[in-house]
Antibody, heavy 120, light 107 residues
Framework: QVQLQESGPGLVKPSQTLSLTCTVS??????????WSWIRQLPGKGLEWIGY???????YYNPSLKSRVTISVDTSKNQFSLKLSSVTAADTAVYYC????????????WGQGTLVTVSS | SYELTQPPSVSVSPGQTASITCSGD??????VSWYQQRPGQSPVLVIY???KRPSGIPERFSGSNSGNTATLTISGTQAMDEADYYC??????????FGTGTKVTVL
């Protein structure tokens, strides 16, 4: 059974960089069948796709966040990471990582989510 | 950018059928997935490739997709189906896009 677990600081100051890591267990991140995604949910709002990365390191980002987002992968640790720069209170959200099936665009496994609050 | 529109809320009586629509330009030509999210929980995939159910998802969940509209149908709705539902499709240039979300209330 594939499991994903987000980790990282729950509190980030405005203008700083939000950094999160997703650890994948029960399966290898080194698979050509999947993208590895970050998705967020603002308080009381809907889901927003942030971006994904392939195991080989080719990322693709939501155009609305592209200028501030970096997604990277560490296959040796079976992890992938998210960095979001110049954060503001509007970036306060629950951040999810997920396994995205490349051929169909569906996210079949999700992490439990981690709340990141942007506040001084 | 590509957008998917859903009704904010749908109400249904127990045992009846709930239909949730998702509208987007040319949606019928794209793969559509649906997710259920209960309060405080992560989303769960309930339909993929328009009308396929992952293992463990009850048969009462079904999907269709044609033209500019995809529909998630819950037949014989149960109290446990009360949740938020999101459609998702591939947008332009392989981006992923989520719908605006629909809150299903079982009265």
């Amino acid at each position: 059974q594939v499991q994903l677990q987000e980790s990282g600081p729950g509190l980030v100051k405005p203008s700083q960089t939000l950094s999160l890591t997703c650890t994948v267990s029960g399966g290898s991140i080194n698979s050509g069948d999947y993208y590895w995604s970050w998705i967020r949910q603002l308080p009381g709002k809907g889901l927003e796709w942030i971006g994904y990365i392939y195991y080989s390191g080719s990322p693709y980002y939501n155009p609305s966040l592209k200028s501030r987002v970096t997604i990277s992968v560490d296959t040796s640790k079976n992890q992938f990471s998210l960095k979001l720069s110049s954060v503001t209170a509007a970036d306060t959200a629950v951040y999810y990582c997920g396994r995205d099936v490349a051929a169909t665009g569906m996210v079949d496994y999700w992490g439990q989510g981690t709340l990141v609050t942007v506040s001084s | 950018s590509y957008e998917l529109t859903q009704p904010p809320s749908v109400s249904v009586s127990p045992g009846q059928t709930a239909s949730i629509t998702c509208s987007g330009d040319g949606l019928g030509d794209k793969y559509v997935s649906w997710y259920q999210q209960r309060p405080g929980q992560s989303p769960v995939l309930v339909i993929y490739q328009h009308n396929k159910r992952p293992s463990g998802i009850p048969e009462r969940f079904s999907g269709s997709n044609s033209g500019n509209t995809a529909t998630l149908t819950i037949s014989g709705t149960q109290a446990m189906d009360e949740a938020d539902y999101y459609c998702q499709a591939w947008g332009s240039n392989t981006a992923r896009v989520f719908g605006t979300g629909t809150k299903v209330t079982v009265l």
